[in-house]
C-alpha cells in the first residue's frame, strides 16, 4: 500500500464520520419495493455500516452517501416487500459486482475526464471512498484496486488542468455533498438552527479549498470556491438568526390576543423564518404556502389579515433570513437553495393583492437569491402608494 493511499485512508478516519473498522456490513431492507409490469414486488436493499441497534431502531452508515441513516424495525404483522431489517452483508461481492460494471467504462473514463471534470471529480471521490470502506472492514486487495482506479482519473485530470492533489479533489467532492445535504436539512423544521450551523462550521473547518488553481482554469473547481465563500456568509447569518431566537424565547410571555395588530404581524413576520414551503415540480419553484401546517402557518394568517397586512411585510422584502423552504431546479443536481423570509413576503403581498411583483427569468429563480429584491420593492410600494391614494381619492 503505498504512502498516499495510506494518507488518505487516516485523512478520511479524521473527518468525523463513524468507525467502520467497527461497524459490521449489513444489506438493509428498507421497507420501499417496487413493481414492473405483473412481477411480483421487488424489496429495495441498500448496504452500508451498523453504527447502533437497540432492537427497535437501528442506525446505518451509507459511504456513498457520507450519511447516517434511521430505521425503525418493523414487526411480524408487516408483509414480506415492505418489511424493514438488516441482514449480514458481504462487501467483497458487492465491491466484485461494483468493479465489473465500473471497468467496461475505465478506459473511456480516462479519456474524457480532462473535458467533463465535474463528473471525473464524482467518479474519483466515489472510488475512492469505496476504497476506504473496503480497508476498514480489512478487504485491503480491492482497497488499492478501488484507489488504483480513482489515482489513474486524476492522473488523466490533472494532465490538463494541474495542481491539485488526489485528497484535494476527494475534499471538494465530499464538500460538495455535504454543502448540498445541508441545504437540503433547512427543509425537515426537525433539524434545528443550531444542527444546520454546525454542519456548515463543520464543512468549512474541515473542507478548506485549494488555493492552487485559478477558477477560471476549472469550472468544477471555481464553483466549489464560489459555494464556500457563500457558505460562510451563510454560517454568519445562521448565528444571527440563533442569537435571535434567544432573545425572543426570553421575552415576557403574551398570548398572541393580547398583542396590538401591528404586533401581531411583526410576530407572524419574524416566524416566517419557520415557514417550511414545499416544491412539487421540476422545473418549478418552492410555493411558500404548501406548508403543512395550513392555514395556521405565519404566511397564511398573514395573507388573511389583507390590507391590514401590506406595509410591514413591504419592509421585509430585502430581508435575507432564511426559511425552512427549499427550492431547486433539479432534485438529482446541486441547484438547491433556501427561500429568504423576503421571498415570503413577496409571495403574501401578491396574494394580498391579486397580481404579479416579481417574476423569475430561470427555472431555478428567486428573488432575493438573485439580488431582485430592492427593484422588486420600488415596484410594490408604487403599487401600495397608487392605491392609498385611490382611497383617499
Known amino acids: ?27 438493509v431492507a428498507t421497507g420501499a419495493w417496487s413493481v414492473h409490469n405483473t412481477d411480483a414486488p421487488q424489496k429495495q436493499f441498500l448496504q452500508g455500516f451498523l453504527v447502533a441497534d437497540d432492537g427497535c431502531r437501528f442506525e446505518v452508515f451509507f459511504p456513498d452517501e457520507l450519511t447516517t441513516r434511521s430505521f425503525r424495525r418493523t414487526d411480524a404483522a408487516a408483509s414480506w416487500h415492505e418489511a424493514v431489517y438488516h441482514e449480514p452483508g458481504d462487501l467483497r461481492e458487492d465491491q466484485r459486482r461494483w468493479w465489473e460494471e465500473r471497468r467496461s467504462h475505465f478506459d473511456s473514463a480516462r479519456e474524457w475526464a480532462p473535458y467533463n471534470p465535474a463528473h471525473a471529480g464524482a467518479f474519483i471521490c466515489e472510488c475512492s471512498l469505496r476504497a476506504w470502506a473496503c480497508f476498514k472492514a480489512g478487504l485491503l486487495d480491492l ?14 485530470l490533472e494532465a490538463k488542468t494541474p495542481g491539485r492533489s488526489l485528497r484535494q479533489h476527494i475534499s471538494d467532492e465530499i464538500a460538495h455533498l455535504l454543502m448540498w445535504q445541508a441545504i437540503q436539512a433547512f427543509g425537515d423544521p426537525t433539524v434545528s438552527r443550531r444542527e444546520l450551523l454546525a454542519r456548515f462550521e463543520h464543512i468549512l473547518a474541515r473542507f478548506p479549498v485549494s488555493a492552487e488553481v485559478a477558477p477560471n482554469e476549472d469550472e468544477r473547481f471555481g464553483w466549489v470556491a464560489g459555494r464556500h465563500t457563500q457558505h460562510a456568509q ?32 411583526a410576530e407572524l413576520i419574524f416566524h416566517l423564518r419557520d415557514q417550511n414551503g414545499r416544491q412539487f ?16 402557518s405565519p404566511a397564511h394568517q398573514l395573507a388573511r389579515l389583507g390590507f391590514d397586512a401590506v406595509a410591514q411585510p413591504i419592509g421585509a422584502l430585502e430581508d435575507e433570513r432564511f426559511t425552512r423552504s427549499v427550492g431547486f431546479h433539479r432534485d438529482y443536481c446541486f441547484s438547491h437553495h433556501v427561500l429568504r423570509v423576503g421571498d415570503c413576503a413577496l409571495e403574501i403581498l401578491e396574494q394580498i393583492a391579486g397580481r404579479t411583483f416579481w417574476q423569475g427569468t430561470h427555472t431555478n429563480a428567486a428573488m432575493v437569491k438573485d439580488g431582485q429584491a430592492a427593484e422588486t420593492k420600488q415596484q410594490v410600494l408604487a403599487w401600495w402608494n397608487e392605491l392609498k391614494r385611490d382611497a383617499e381619492k
Do not use: K
Not at 493511499?5 to 464520520?17: H, K, N
Not at 445562521?238 to 401581531?264: C, K, N, W, Y
Open 1 to 27: 500500500m503505498s504512502h498516499e493511499e495510506q494518507d488518505c485512508y487516516g485523512w478520511l478516519d479524521g473527518l468525523g464520520f463513524p468507525d467502520l473498522a467497527r461497524c459490521p456490513l449489513v444489506r
Open 143 to 156: 482497497a488499492s484496486q478501488a484507489f488504483a482506479c480513482a489515482r489513474a482519473i486524476h492522473a488523466a
Open 281 to 296: 415540480s421540476q422545473p418549478g419553484s418552492c410555493h411558500v404556502f404548501a406548508d403543512e401546517r395550513g392555514e395556521q
Open 234 to 265: 451563510d454560517a454568519s447569518l445562521l448565528r444571527r438568526m440563533i442569537a435571535e431566537d434567544d432573545e425572543h424565547a426570553q421575552r415576557p410571555v403574551r398570548s398572541f390576543g393580547e398583542l396590538t395588530r401591528r404586533e401581531q404581524i
